[in-house]
């Protein structure tokens, strides 16, 4: 069985404050991994990847992935409270790309 | 990136009636898929939807329930058979979109289906 575990939340911070949103993986084989974020009543909308170890970085979003460990998590530094939303973690596992597997998504909130 | 459209975006509709579900997208694409996502809940892949020949179906979804069709790469449909109410959920396409360091998915706007 193929998991992706989220902690469901909510994880609440305040405004300006670090977020920190882990994930972590059972397959060992999986190569690429990937965030989005669900606004309430919207689709997902794909935030970031990464597939290699170590620290990604785009404007206020920091992903990391550790395949020892098989975790990888998102950082999302000066939360706005525009950011509350739901943050899904996807996994795609093998070679080449196959069907995602999704966590159940953390929720976050930043408060003003 | 891809453009991803869905029709209809939201309907009510009665038990035991059908729905067809519209997915297109602005540009060729090898991979799309249909998700449900039901009320609190996290996205259940339904199936693959493969041109030229069936979809492929995850656990706990049948062709007979879940119709769908796959004409050319970048239109596809699914179609919510006699429904009851347990079907009402948000109905996803998504997309494969090749190339750069990885391939990427990205989703439709969603389909919001209540069934009455």
């Known amino acids: 069985q193929k998991e992706v575990e989220q902690n469901s939340g909510p994880l609440s911070v305040p405004e300006g404050a670090i977020a920190s949103l882990n994930c972590t993986y059972s397959?060992?084989?999986?190569?690429?991994f990937f965030w989005y974020r669900q606004y309430s009543g919207k689709s997902p909308e794909l935030i970031m990847f990464?597939?290699?170890?170590g620290d990604k970085e785009d404007g206020r979003f920091t992903a990391q992935l550790n395949k020892a460990s098989q975790y990888v998590s998102l950082l999302i530094r000066d939360s706005q409270p525009s950011d509350s939303a739901t943050y899904l973690c996807a996994v795609n596992t093998g070679t080449g790309f196959q069907k995602l597997v999704f966590g159940t998504g953390t929720r976050l909130l930043v408060s003003p | 990136s891809a453009v991803i459209s869905q029709k209809p975006s939201r309907d009510i509709c009665q038990r035991g009636t059908s729905l067809t579900i519209q997915c297109q997208v602005d540009?060729?694409?090898?991979?799309m898929f249909w998700y449900r996502q039901q009320p609190g809940q996290s996205l259940t892949l339904i199936a693959t939807?493969?041109?030229?020949?069936?979809?492929?179906?995850e656990s706990g979804f049948v062709i007979d329930k879940f119709p769908i069709s796959r004409p050319n790469l970048t239109f596809s449909t699914l179609t919510v058979s006699n429904m009851s109410p347990e079907d009402s959920s948000i109905y996803l396409c998504?997309?494969?979109?090749?190339?750069?360091?990885?391939?990427?998915?990205?989703f439709g706007p969603g389909t919001r289906l209540t069934v009455l």
């Open positions: 397959d060992r084989g999986s190569q690429s």
């Open positions: 939807a493969n041109q030229g020949s069936e979809a492929t179906y």
């Open positions: 540009s060729q694409v090898t991979m």
């Open positions: 990464i597939y290699s170890n």
């Open positions: 998504s997309v494969v979109v090749a190339g750069g360091p990885t391939d990427t998915q990205y």
